[in-house]
């Protein structure tokens, strides 16, 4: 019987593990599993394939040529028995399973809670998994290689890609918080140039936040950076210290408002696009479902 015959799902659900969360410690936590079964059980999966597939060094592994070999074939197997087995329950009338959704930070606060909140009232045994993802790029790759089958993203203009699909949902505009009491009086808009001499908590390169910094000063209005933070939950804390004012997308809108900030609106404005990524195929009924409850959240605004 040859290697590939004897290779089960499991064993590469096992393997994906331990890549996913980085060791073998983290990946049986994540398995709920102890972690000497799940070294026997990768052991055992090198030696059915006739290769090693992680170098240990200490407490560390590092994938060898072979286990980066293996990963996305290793996802299509798994995710093809996830669509078999989802597929089977669909048949029945049933939509269980799991569905993990790679996210940025602003679109994850929001509409992403409002379409989970929509689609758990109508498929309150599907678990969903969000998993950070800092960058559109970040979305896209998680999708494409299988980490997750659906993800979220805000970017400044919708990239182009062949591989995955893409799924508009809105716009959202930029807003900036402040502190009360602090440099600006309550109003609802804001004009660019009153942030001359401000000091910004901002987003990394390579997101629209940061881009949107960028494009004021080029204007001709001179702002400073106080902080750069990928963490945007770390904003709102930072602008009510009194820190600097924050640039951040309105999904923050409403946390902001009920935390004491000052929201305005920029003017001239500017906004994000979001859309939903998917993978062009072997979509589980449960992700299915999960852009269906994304399309009726779009024709609802």
């Given amino acids: 019987m040859g290697a590939e015959q004897r290779v089960d799902v499991r064993q590469l659900e096992y393997f994906l593990a331990v890549v996913d969360h980085g060791g073998f410690s983290k990946g049986a936590r994540a398995l709920f599993m ?10 055992a999966l090198e030696k059915d394939l006739g290769s090693q597939l992680f170098h240990r060094v200490g407490r560390r592994v590092v994938l060898t040529d072979a286990g980066r070999a293996l990963i996305e ?28 959704i790679a ?19 109508l498929h309150p045994d599907v678990r969903v998994v969000v998993r950070d993802a800092p960058v559109p790029q970040a979305v896209i790759e998680s999708v494409r290689t299988g980490v997750t089958e659906l993800g979220l993203l805000s970017a400044w203009e919708l990239p182009t890609v062949s591989d995955v699909r893409l799924h508009p949902v809105e716009e959202q505009r930029f807003v900036l918080v402040a502190a009360p009491g602090g440099p600006f009086a ?14 910004l908590i ?15 000063r080029a204007s001709g209005v001179e702002v400073s950076i106080a902080v750069e933070s990928e963490h945007r939950e770390s904003f709102l804390p930072l602008v009510l210290k009194g820190v600097g004012v924050g640039v951040l997308a309105e999904a923050w809108r409403t946390l902001a408002e009920q935390a004491g900030a000052l929201v305005f609106d920029l003017d001239p404005p500017a906004s994000l696009h979001l859309a939903m990524v998917s993978r062009q195929s072997w979509l589980t009924p449960a992700a299915t479902a999960f852009l269906e409850t994304a399309r009726a959240y779009r024709r609802g605004l």
Avoid at 186 to 199: H, V
């Fill in 73 to 100: 074939p290793a996802r299509q197997v798994v995710r093809s028995m996830e669509v078999a087995r989802a597929s089977v329950a669909a048949v029945q009338g049933m939509v269980r399973g799991s569905v993990a």
């Fill in 186 to 199: 309550p109003a609802r808009t804001l004009p660019r140039e009153r942030l001359a001499g401000q000091r």
């Fill in 34 to 43: 102890a972690q000497p079964s799940l070294s026997q059980a990768i052991k």
């Fill in 202 to 216: 901002v987003g990394e390169h390579g997101t629209g936040l940061r881009r949107l910094v960028e494009e004021i």
């Fill in 103 to 121: 996210a940025m930070p602003s679109p994850a606060v929001e509409p992403l809670s409002s379409m989970i909140d929509d689609f758990r009232r």
